[in-house]
């Protein structure tokens, strides 16, 4: 069974920069789409960027595009999420999420294996 860890959340001013780290460990099987996701309280989960084995595709949502990138470290199976410009909107708990098997669209609903969550919070 796949285990997915998240870290590197924190508080930063709007404007600043955060890296988040997603390690997944105890899984031999290689997934096909893995991605962040993002819920702050009283909204609903929401993709921010995924990304596929098959071909290296991305996506990102439209309000993330120009200020984060997604990348991965196959070597450590270890997936990142670079926020720049952070925004007061961009505050919420992030996860990473796994599917195997299929290249998944980038909503909650089509991933099964997920992170316990790191909080990020843009704040002056």
């Known amino acids: 069974q796949v285990q997915l860890v998240e870290s590197g959340g924190g508080l930063v001013q709007p404007g600043g920069s955060l890296r988040l780290s997603c390690a997944a460990s105890g899984f031999t099987l290689t997934y096909y789409s893995i991605g962040w996701f993002r819920q702050a309280p009283g909204k609903e989960r929401e993709g921010v960027s995924c990304i596929y084995n098959s071909d290296g595709s991305t996506y990102y949502a439209d309000s993330v595009k120009g200020r984060f990138t997604i990348s991965r470290d196959n070597a450590k199976n270890t997936l990142y999420l670079q926020m720049n410009s952070l925004k007061p909107e961009d505050t919420g708990v992030y996860y990473c999420?796994?599917?195997?098997?299929?290249?998944?669209?980038?909503?909650?609903?089509?991933?099964?294996?997920w992170g316990q969550g790191t909080q990020v919070s843009v704040s002056s």
């Open positions: 999420a796994a599917r195997l098997r299929v290249q998944a669209p980038c909503v909650p609903s089509a991933f099964d294996h």
